[in-house]
């Protein structure tokens, strides 16, 4: 990325079934849902939101080898994506283990995303 225009940031959880692409996603939507970058087109290569540069980058507290790059990306509707994870985030009781929601344990996932734009 040559140039940095937006950073975004945004925090999911998965309370139920330890999913920690779930939680990932959350934060992602999170992050962009409450934004909107209307000039970013002016500023683009051929105006192109395709041209936008992407990277997410994700706080996990666990399970980094079970992090879905396909459906992190999938989030993004626009531009090349780029993911970088890190630790972080948390684990936490949700206080109630439940079996239909697919539950392993008692513990929620709650992961922290950062969504650079840029070109």
Avoid: W
Wanted: glycine letters at 8%; proline letters at 3%.
């Amino acid at each position: 990325m040559d140039q940095l225009m937006f950073i975004q940031t945004g925090m999911g959880t998965d309370v139920h079934g330890q999913n920690i692409t779930k939680a990932a996603v959350r934060a992602i939507k999170n992050a962009i849902h409450t934004n909107s970058m209307p000039g970013i087109r002016s500023v683009l290569p051929n105006q192109s939101l395709d041209q936008m540069k992407i990277k997410v980058k994700l706080a996990l507290p666990c399970d980094f080898d079970q992090l879905d790059h396909n459906e992190i990306k999938k989030a993004i509707p626009y531009g090349e994506v780029s993911i970088e994870v890190m630790e972080g985030g948390m684990l936490t009781s949700s206080g109630i283990l439940l079996e239909d929601k697919d539950d392993k344990n008692d513990l929620m996932y709650i992961v922290n995303a950062a969504v650079e734009v840029g070109y």
